[in-house]
């Protein structure tokens, strides 16, 4: 158990819908990452929050939006879904302090957009 | 920016044989280097790591890994792989000097342990 909680751990909707993953960091984590994973695309960083501050941005879409609230939780919200967007989402905390540590994952949101 | 390339997208491999899973990185800045591995339907599990130090790194599961600077690389090896150890290894890479960042993953090896 890596201590990373991701909710729900399968999704399935319909095309346009709008969904919310959400994630718990590990206690006492500071960042948190968003990872979208795919047979074509691999393992692509989406966004990263800091204490609440967006920190760093990758291959995001601008459908996909996200947020990490002061209890540090964090929730990514993907709308106007596409068949293309079917995908492994996972979340992933680290960063407590100035310890630098791995990243530590959830078990990750499987999104099926039919 | 950073990259990563795995060099092999499968490797298959008798049990009891040794392996070497290869990565090689690009980046500008020093770098601290990472061995996930994924099981079926599970998340990413940290098998070891690079942040300094000594340049041959252990991590679990009987796994060790070499961190070649001036190859740019960081092989990942098990002297005998068992069936269990069936699974998807990703190499990443962050950089170095922070105490967090975003990874950039190669695009995983498939290790297919055979009896």
């Known amino acids: 158990d890596s201590g990373v909680t991701q909710t729900p751990k399968h999704l399935i909707t319909a095309t346009g819908q709008r969904v919310t993953l959400r994630c718990s960091p590990r206690?006492?984590?500071?960042?948190v990452y968003w990872y979208q994973q795919s047979l074509d695309q691999g393992l692509q960083f989406l966004i990263q929050?800091?204490?609440?501050?967006?920190?760093a941005k990758g291959n995001i879409l601008e459908r996909f939006s996200a947020q990490q609230f002061p209890d540090l939780h964090s929730e990514l919200n993907l709308s106007s879904l596409e068949l293309g967007d079917s995908a492994l989402y996972f979340c992933?905390?680290?960063?407590?302090?100035?310890?630098?540590?791995?990243?530590?994952f959830g078990q990750g949101t499987r999104l099926t957009v039919v | 920016a950073q990259s990563v390339t795995q060099l092999d997208s499968q490797v298959p491999v008798f049990e009891e044989a040794p392996v070497e899973l290869r990565c090689n990185y690009s980046s500008s800045v020093s770098v601290y280097l990472f061995w996930y591995v994924q099981y079926p339907n599970q998340g990413l599990q940290l098998l070891l790591k690079y942040l300094s130090g000594s340049t041959l790194v252990k991590g679990i599961n009987g796994f060790e890994a070499e961190f070649n600077k001036s190859q740019t690389s960081f092989h990942l090896r098990k002297p005998s792989v068992h069936i269990s150890d069936t699974a998807e290894y990703f190499c990443a890479v962050r950089n170095g000097g922070t105490s967090y960042g975003k990874l950039t993953f190669g695009q995983g090896t498939i290790l297919t342990v055979h009896p």
């Open positions: 992933a905390s680290s960063g407590s302090g100035s310890r630098v540590t791995e990243a530590f």
């Open positions: 206690s006492g984590d500071l960042s």
């Open positions: 929050y800091y204490n609440g501050e967006e920190r």
